[in-house]
């Protein structure tokens, strides 16, 4: 979970604070990237099931365990397997989590081995090793075909750089995120004057225009919900060809200046 920073020593100070404390910072601000799991429900898996996810509580600078300095390091989309997971693991009470992360696009949670010597004593019997391994093999089954963004049902692939599972509608988004990137590396270092002689770069906006049209005409309503702040309708009228072509360089121009950035902010 990412609570933005205005200045380094504020990022510094911040990475510091306890997964709780960040939890709780993140609650209040509703600052979030699109990709983290809400502060929602980290608090609530928090408050559910503290001596699992006791390193929550730990300052990340004095402790061995990643948990402290990561948390839950998975999308919002995953939050009902972690739960049930959570639930399920927590009926022993001498687990707790050390790391519970993405990685190739499944969820891969590390807990405290039997017999380590910072992990407390065993208070009652702990949970058999083969019920403890079909808790985590099947959220991890599960995690590898829910898209880890909205929790709909998605595909796990190579995307780019990175393995990722995404449902179609948020395959679409990361390819309007894409184009808001590729309309600023167009335009970099161009100023009005420049822009309007420079036909290639006007070509190059109104394709990204156009594929963003095409992506927001995609969203299914529970999408554009959880994207409030998104003008949908006008971002839709993109997609007709007449529409960006007959555009006027100065409309290209504020688009690319003005609307794109804050655009491809959002999507994050």
């Keep these: 979970m990412k609570v933005a920073g ?13 997964v709780h404390e960040r939890a709780k910072l993140a ?6 990237s ?13 408050e559910r099931f503290p001596t699992l996810y006791r390193e929550a509580w730990s300052t990340p600078s004095n402790a061995a365990r990643p948990f402290a300095r990561d948390g839950f390091d998975v999308g919002d989309g995953w939050f009902g ?21 993405e990685q190739w696009g499944r969820l891969a949670v590390y807990l405290t081995p039997p017999g380590d010597a ?21 959220a991890e089954e599960e995690s590898g075909r829910t898209c880890m963004v909205c929790g709909e049902p998605g595909t796990n692939e190579k995307r780019g750089r990175w393995v990722t599972v995404l449902c179609g509608p948020c395959v679409q988004l990361f390819d309007m995120a894409e184009a808001c990137r590729r309309v600023a590396e167009r335009t970099k270092d161009l100023d009005f004057a420049a ?17 963003i049209g095409h992506a927001a005409a995609g969203q299914p309503p529970g999408s554009r919900a959880r994207l409030p702040g998104i003008g949908w309708e006008r971002l839709e009228q993109f997609k007709e060809a007449r529409t960006v072509k007959g555009m006027p360089v100065d409309d290209l121009w504020r688009f690319a200046i003005e609307e794109a950035p804050g655009l491809g902010r959002k999507l994050r």
């Design 6 to 18: 205005s200045t380094y020593d504020e990022l510094v100070a911040l990475r510091e604070k306890t």
């Design 27 to 32: 609650a209040a601000s509703g600052d979030r």
């Design 34 to 46: 699109r990709l983290d799991m809400t502060a929602a429900h980290v608090l609530s898996l928090l």
């Design 81 to 101: 397997i972690v739960e049930r997971m959570s639930a399920r693991l927590a009926a022993d009470p001498n687990l707790h989590v050390d790391q519970l992360k």
């Design 118 to 138: 910072a992990a407390p004593a065993p208070t009652v019997a702990g949970m058999p090793g083969e019920e403890l391994d079909r808790a985590i093999d099947e």
């Design 195 to 211: 822009f309007s002689a420079n036909e290639i770069a006007q070509d190059a906006v109104r394709l990204a225009m156009a594929s």
